[in-house]
């Protein structure tokens, strides 16, 4: 990167895929980039190889009572690392000194504090983890533009549109947005050849490798329905100038259609290096390690829409986001109780849509003007959910 001074980057969700991801990119620039504070949730060993490696000032573990075996684990590689643990602690060094740039990679609900508390401090905020901006993406948008923080977003279509948009600001100019989906593993079948799949099928995601709950949520296409709600928040964009459209060999990332006609797409090997460096560099291109796209080599790329009567979660986060207030907050605390109780066993596939639905309709939506709000609802969905899908360990 030239002429540009070193960014301390703090990774949080190291040890998952976005972030043993985001720390390749890092690696790979060590003149401009330091991951500086790496945060993780529970994973000490992992978290400890990681400091290792990259030598950050900072580790944190979210589990509080993780905290000897981290310190212990850090005295004996030999690292000055310092050691913290706990929610608190990770918000505040999101926030403070020791980094410019947060990479936001937790995932789930559990990530809104630290999103939030880097966008509260103005930090350049590379966004992967979308369940924040799905529960409170009014309030995270704001409070970025407020502190004038740089939201540059990690989801691949996202971040494909970013750079689709090129600067453009004046919405007027865009007709709509056309997300890509891979149509996960199971494409093309359909309800009843769903009813028996196991977690080990759902999360054996045909071309991308990520962690288990996106996997799952793109087997059955939540995760293009927070897409979609994300995109909104994002892009400052209406549900209706937002499409999906399936396109299997998951190359070409996503579109913008602006009113004169033309269509602009981002395509590029299905690796998230490349979204990462996209933030990591911004506005100067860096490289990845993601090589180059050999279209001859590919050979075709097809397109087909979304099958909603199979895939019904997709419908119900178009509507949540047309219901407005808390109800996308709601939808995906029931998704992640839901797609936590199939992981475990306990919940059947077509019990995840189910379980959102029923959640959906039973639950009252009300206006989502404040956090607390938004988390009141959040809470109530888990506590549904967790009485349809049985008690057990839950997200
Ligand atoms: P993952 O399961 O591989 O990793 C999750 C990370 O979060 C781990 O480091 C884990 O330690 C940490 N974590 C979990 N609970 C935590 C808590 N309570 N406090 C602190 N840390 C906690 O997941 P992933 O696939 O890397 O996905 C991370 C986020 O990025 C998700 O929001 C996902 O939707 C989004 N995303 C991922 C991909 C991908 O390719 N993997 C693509 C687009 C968006
Ligand atoms: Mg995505």
Redesign the pocket.
């Known amino acids: 990167m030239a002429g540009l001074l070193m960014r301390n980057v703090a990774v ?10 985001a720390l390749d990119v890092i690696a790979r620039h060590p003149d401009s980039l330091r991951a500086n504070v790496l ?5 000490v060993d ?2 400890v190889e990681l400091c290792r490696a990259h030598r950050p000032a900072h580790a ?4 509080e009572n993780a905290y000897a075996a981290l310190r212990d684990g850090l005295r004996d590689a030999g690292l000055e690392t310092i050691p913290h643990a706990g ?1 608190k602690a ?1 918000a505040e060094l999101a926030a403070g000194d020791a980094c410019d740039t947060v990479v ?5 609900a ?2 809104l504090d ?1 999103t939030l508390a880097a966008a509260r401090a103005g930090k350049r905020l590379l966004l ?5 901006l799905v529960l409170a993406g009014e309030l995270l948008v704001r409070v970025a533009r407020d502190a004038g923080a740089t939201i540059v977003p ?3 279509e996202h971040n494909a549109i970013f750079q689709c948009l090129g600067g453009c600001e004046d919405r007027a100019e865009v007709a709509r947005i056309v997300l890509t989906a891979s149509g996960g593993p199971f494409r093309g079948r359909n309800r009843a050849e769903l009813a028996n799949v196991t977690p080990a099928q759902a999360v054996a995601h045909p071309k ?8 799952v ?1 793109s087997a059955t296409l939540m ?1 293009k329905g ?1 897409e979609v709600i994300e995109a909104h928040h994002l892009f400052d964009l209406p549900g209706e100038r937002i499409d999906v459209l399936v396109h299997p060999q998951s190359l070409v990332h996503s579109l913008v259609e602006f009113i004169d006609g033309s269509t602009l797409a981002q395509l590029g090997l299905p690796d ?1 290096r490349t ?1 990462l460096a996209v933030g990591l560099g911004w506005p100067e291109r860096i490289a990845s390690g993601v090589g180059g796209l050999d279209l001859r080599a590919q050979g075709r790329l097809e397109f087909e829409a979304p099958d909603l009567d199979t895939f019904p979660c997709l419908r119900l986060a178009y509507g949540a986001l047309a219901a407005g207030g808390t109800a996308p907050a709601m939808l995906n605390a029931l998704d992640e109780i839901a797609v936590s109780a199939f992981l475990q066993g306990r919940i059947a596939f077509l019990d995840i849509p189910a379980t959102i639905e029923d959640g959906l309709a039973a639950l009252p939506v009300t206006p989502a003007d404040s956090l607390d709000a938004l988390l009141q609802a959040d809470a109530r969905a888990r506590d549904f959910a967790r009485g349809r899908c049985g008690s057990g360990r839950t ?1």
């Open positions: 949080l969700g190291a040890t998952g895929s976005i972030g043993t991801s945060a993780a949730g529970s994973r992992a978290l944190v573990i979210a589990d929610a990770l936001a990679a937790i995932v789930g559990a990530g630290s992967a983890n979308k369940e924040s990690i989801d691949s991308w490798d990520m962690g288990p709950k996106i996997s949520d995760n927070l998230m979204a997200a």
